[in-house]
């Protein structure tokens, strides 16, 4: 209930233009992609556990996990902020023109994150990998809609 509550003010906060952190839109631009690149390596990690290329660590994966639940709150304040459509980016415009079916994903991403992070932690590697292939669909789900290739 509480942590709902402050996701709530973070996420108020986030919309006005003056909460930005960001001077330039290519700030933000290389703010949202560092996000992705940390997640991603974060991520290989973790799936070098899942598909057997690398002995499991439960207390390591569960890091990673909670790593990654962080950073998927990083991007959406970087996709507000205005100009960041143009410029050395991958991101489709329908990231604006569908605002809400874009950040559908990215609260899917976040909760599936949030969960494997929850999972994880509480210790059971059969349970940890079953939320693991949950979360993983979010990666190619958002990029096929908007991201170029
Ligand atoms: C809700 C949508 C969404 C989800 C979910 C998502 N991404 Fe992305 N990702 C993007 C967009 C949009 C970009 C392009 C950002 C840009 O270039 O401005 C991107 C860029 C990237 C990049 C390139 C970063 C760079 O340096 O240019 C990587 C790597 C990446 N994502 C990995 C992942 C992985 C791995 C997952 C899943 C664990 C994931 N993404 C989930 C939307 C998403």
New binding site residues.
Partial sequence: MMKKVILGSVLLAATSASAMPFEKPEDA?RY???A??M??TN??DMSAMVKGRKDWDQAQFSKRALF?SQL?MM?EEA?QMKG?DKG?????PE?WSDWDG?TA??N??QGD?ANLAKVSAEGDQRATMKAFGV??K??K???SD??YR
């Fill in positions: 631009i949202r992609q560092s992705f690149t997640i991603a991520f290989g990654i998927t991007p996709f960041t050395d980016t991958k991101a489709r990231i874009f994903k990215l899917k991403f994150m979360a993983a979010n990666c789900s958002c990029h908007y991201k």
